[in-house]
């Protein structure tokens, strides 16, 4: 079975020190059912590409066996174990990549956090489920997926194809979340682990998804095929899941970073500012429709609401809390039946392909992108300008620069709790075109709030037109 990471970033190599593996060298590790070899086939400052290649001895696979699956004799020794992606994989990697995935780099310890353009190419990876299982698993954590499903035997197509496809992930993430991500989900995408899972195996799943599992949308799923449908463990590892993020009570924290953000904004009405761009942009470009993506409160959606001219008006929001402030501010309930008709309100996630964000002639995301992981990004911008495609989407994100104009905000402190980052009006720009030009789009920029000489304005914001 292979495994290649490929790294396309300035000083490619740097994935040796990450790897804690010398790109010149090839490294072999005995393994309980076998070895594994990690070569680099290609080891340059523009591209570094490293192989882990596992390989199974049946005989040491099936030796010591605990909590067999009720196989046959042979079916323990010819199977596909040898050549496809499994659970065999992600113990690979923790024996050969042990240091990466726990996010250690002693001679550059400052490139664990840093995103890197990274690729990973999988081999052979069964997914039973299909290709739209594969892509419910990666691609809201930030992942491109490119799936080909492979045939039994290619010298007999009328066989059929196989369960497994060659897999391509792309993504912009440290390389320690990339792992992580690899080593959870590679045994659920193939549903049976080759060993004994015991209570240890809950605190493996919970550490591996660390920061990612407690927010999937197919939570349950992931872990249940990890624990391999123990249900006993599955019930523990869902609770602990589920007391964590009651903990963490992310709505709550999300409303007091709310507050904290308008209280430091109030002075200059950058609020309504912002609001009052957003429709000045929908009512120059005559759209009839829209959707406001993280429609939070319900702001927004009031402003919406007086503009006769929309016909069709929707409000989508991760949070049900946030919901059901909108549905109370907008007064749902004492709308007449005409009035309820303009408007919807949506619970579902941006990470994910939605077809009721589809027919809308504009998308508004107002100071919603922030609050994503830089990794979580590319599906956003999938979901909207390359799935929805509205004929206009307007973008509002803080200007970091601006931040140092704030009375009370400490230097190098975000303006929300909640902000996963702040971009310059540089690296705003940057993404901006890149993301436009990437899924047919052109963009306009623009500054909203009191203008500095030298720090520009407060918000800055993208309208994207589609080509």
Known sequence: MLLSITNLQPDARDLGYLLHKHPDRVHAVELPFGSATVFFPRAHEAACTAALKVSVDPVGLVRGRRGGSGEGLLDQYVNDRPWAISSLMSVAM????????????????ALVDQPLPLEARLAALP???GEALLRKLFEPLGHQVEAVRLPLDSAHP???DSVHHDVTLRATLPLQVLLSHLYVLMPVLDDEKHYYVGEDEIEKLLRRGEGWLARHSERELIVRRYLRHERRLTREALARL???????????AAE?????EEKLERGMKLDEARRAFVVGVLEREGVASVVDLGCGEGKLLKALLERRALRRIAGLDVSLRSLQHAEKRLRV????DRERERLTLLHGSLAYRDAR?????AGVATEVIEHLDPFRLEAFTRVVLGEARPRVVVVTTPNVEYNALFD???AGRMRHADHRFEWSRAEFEAWARATASAHGYGVELHGIGPVHEKLGTPTQAGVFRRE
């Open 408 to 410: 009370g905000l400490p």
């Open 127 to 129: 997914c039973r489920g």
């Open 94 to 109: 923790a024996r050969v990549f042990g240091s990466a995935l726990a996010g250690r780099c002693r001679d550059r310890p």
């Open 242 to 252: 589920v007391a964590e993020e009651a903990v963490r009570d992310p709505d709550a």
């Open 333 to 336: 309930p004492e709308m007449s």
């Open 256 to 260: 007091e970073g709310l507050r904290a």
């Open 357 to 361: 964000l589809e027919g809308f002639d």
């Open 158 to 160: 009328e066989w059929g």
